[in-house]
């Protein structure tokens, strides 16, 4: 499996960004898909995750209300649109999948992972 991150760029606070997060190869049915974020000298960090049979979304407390995780299953796309961005927002995405449906917040417990893309808020 492949993952295939794209969306970053800058934005003002309060601005919007909506990343995408294209699977490829042979993607297996059961799964979870995640985001994690690096800021600027922190850990990689959870963001959401949501589980790809049943769409159940999960998000971190710091992201709650303001962004939200969906997938398609046709285009087999995670997608996270992110509203109301502050300048904390700002960090490396990454988009992540582990071959099972147990939603876990650790981003060890994910095998397979994109690129990453950059996410600029200015205040």
């Known amino acids: 499996v492949q993952l295939q991150a794209s969306g970053g760029g800058s934005v003002q606070a309060r601005g919007s960004l909506r990343l995408s997060c294209a699977a490829s190869g042979r993607p297996f049915s059961n799964r979870v898909m995640g985001w994690f974020r690096r800021a600027p000298g922190k850990e990689r960090e959870f963001v959401a995750a949501?589980?790809?049979?049943?769409?159940?979304?999960y998000y971190a407390d710091s992201v709650k209300g303001r962004f939200t995780i969906s997938r398609d299953n046709a285009e087999n796309t995670v997608y996270l649109q992110m509203n109301s961005l502050k300048p904390e927002d700002t960090a490396v995405y990454y988009c992540?999948?582990?071959?099972?449906?147990?939603?876990?917040?650790?981003?060890?417990?994910?095998?397979?992972w994109g690129q990453g893309t950059e996410v600029t808020v200015s205040s």
């Open positions: 949501i589980t790809w049979s049943a769409g159940t979304p």
């Open positions: 992540a999948a582990r071959p099972t449906s147990i939603v876990y917040f650790q981003p060890n417990q994910y095998g397979y």
